[in-house]
C-alpha cells in the first residue's frame, strides 16, 4: 500500500510538473507573441501564437485566437487569419462587431469573399447575446446601449453602470453583468465613434461624456444612486463623476485604472527607483516620445486617437478635471492586475522590474485614497492581465456585490 500511494503521489507531482511547465511554456510562447507584434514581426508573432496553442492543456482565451488572427492578416497569411476568426465566431459565439469590423490589422481581410459573412455572424452573435440592445440620441448622434435587470430598476436600489477602458466595448461585461443583473439594473454603452456608436464630432473629454452618461441614464429612467464600474481608462471618467456628483454615487469601482492620483513629476519616480537618470528619462519622454505618438495619430483609427488625447491631457492638467473634490464615503474598491506581459521591445531598463515598481508606487498612492473611508477595499490579482473583468470575472461580481452589501449597512446606519 505505502509502495502504491508512493507511486501515485509520484504520478501525480509529476502530472502536475508537467503540467506546470506547459502553462509556464505557454505563458513565454504568448508574450514573445505579443512582443513580436509590437515590433511588426508580424509572421514570427503568428507562428509564436500557433506554437503556444498546440500544447497540452494551453489555455486559449478569446483575447488570443483574436490577437493570433491580427498577427495572421499582418503577415498577410489570410486562411489561418480566417480559420481563427471563423472559430472565435462560430464556436467561442464571439460578439465584438464593432471592434471587428473596424479593426485596422484586419485591413488586409475586407476584399476577401470571406469577410462579409464572418462578420454577419459575429453581428448574429451580438443580437443574440445582447438581446436588449439599444440607441439613444444625443445631439442628432445615436449612441449604442445596452440594458439588463431592469425589473430590478426600484427607487433608492443602486443601478450599476460600467464604463469601458481606452477604445473599448461593453461585449467584455458580459458575463458579469448577466450575474449582477440578476439583482440590479445594469446600464452599460460605448462610448461615441466606438462600437456601433455614431461620431459626435466632439472630443471625449471628462465633462462631455459624464454629461452623456448622465442623460442616457435619465432616458432609460434610471436614476441615482450609481454603482460606478470602470476599466482602465474608464476610471477617469467614474471619477469625474464622482467628483462632479458625489451624492449620485452609490459606489465606485476600479479594475486597473488609469493613475488618476498622479501628479507632476512623480511619472519619473519609477525610473529613478530603477536607476535612471534624469538625462535618460528626457531621452525617453522627449522628441521621441512624441514622435511615436504623432505616427500612432496617423496609423490608428480615430475612436482610438481621440481617446489616447483625452489621456495625454489629464496627465498634462494633473487629472484635475477628475479630482477635483475628494471622493464621497461610499464602498470604493481599487482591483489591480499583476501578471506583467512583456508586450514591448527591449529597452534601456529592465521592463518587468519597471511595471513592478511603478505597480508598488500606484499601489501606495491607491490606498492612501481608500484610508479616509469606511468602506474602501483593495485587491490584487497576481496573475490577471490588465482585463481582470475577462481573466478573472468572479472577482469583479464578488467587488460589486461586497459594494452593494456595504451600501446597504450605510443605509441603515443613516
Known sequence: MRKTFFLLTFLISSTSLFAQSNHQKFDVLIRKADSL???KEYKKSAFAFSDAFILPDAKITMNHRYNAACSYALADIAD???SYLNYLATVMNYTNY???KSDPDLRSLYTHSRWKPLIEAVKTNKDKAFASLDFITLNNHKVEVYTAGMTNNQVNK???????GMADTYDRWKVIIDEVSKTNAVFAYNRPRIGESEDDSLPPTTEHIVNNLREMLVKK???PPYLLVSHSFGGAYIRSFASSYPNEIAGLIFIDPIDFTKKGEMGNLPYLEIGLTQHQIDSLFGQPYDNFIEKLYTEMPRYYVEEVKISRQLTQTDFEACDRNPLPDVPVHFIMAGGFTNAEPP???DREKMWRINSNIQMKRWLE????LKYGKFFYCSNSSH??????PDLVISSIKLALIDYDKIQKNK
Open 37 to 39: 507584434y509590437q515590433v
Open 80 to 82: 489561418s487569419a480566417f
Open 98 to 100: 464593432g471592434h471587428i
Open 158 to 164: 443602486p443601478v450599476i453602470v460600467f464604463e469601458n
Open 221 to 223: 429612467g434610471l436614476k
Open 347 to 349: 529597452t534601456i531598463y
Open 369 to 372: 485614497l481608500l484610508y479616509p
Open 387 to 392: 482585463f481582470v473583468q475577462t481573466d478573472e
